[in-house]
């Protein structure tokens, strides 16, 4: 299993950001997906789901109406749209087939919300 994301940034509070992750070594369309954070000093949160075949979706309540979860499976792609973000956003921000397991994280991206 490899996820690899990218897009995280540095962004102003109300900024947006797209994260993306590129997943490979197993079937991408078998499975539910996740996104977890982890800021500093805290412990990891799961922000959000999406099911194998992308019409169903879930999210933390301090995430929910600003960040947007989806996938491309033709790509092998997990998506996170976040908007309207806020200093406590910040956080490293990983991938993750079962947001139980370690094993099964990507490596994160940083996003960091500062005026």
């Known amino acids: 299993v490899q996820l690899v994301e990218s897009g995280g940034g540095m962004v102003q509070p109300g900024g947006s950001l797209r994260l993306s992750c590129a997943a490979s070594?197993?079937?991408?369309?078998?499975?539910?997906m996740h996104w977890v954070r982890h800021a500093p000093g805290k412990e990891p949160e799961w922000v959000s789901r999406?099911?194998?075949?992308?019409?169903?979706?879930n999210y933390a309540d301090f995430v929910k109406g600003r960040f947007t979860i989806s996938r491309d499976n033709a790509k092998n792609t997990l998506y996170l749209q976040m908007d309207t973000l806020k200093p406590e956003d910040t956080a490293l921000y990983h991938c993750a087939r079962d947001p139980y397991q370690y094993s099964y994280w990507g490596q994160g991206t940083q996003v960091t919300v500062s005026s």
């Open positions: 999406i099911n194998a075949e992308g019409d169903s979706t």
């Open positions: 070594g197993f079937t991408f369309s078998n499975y539910d």
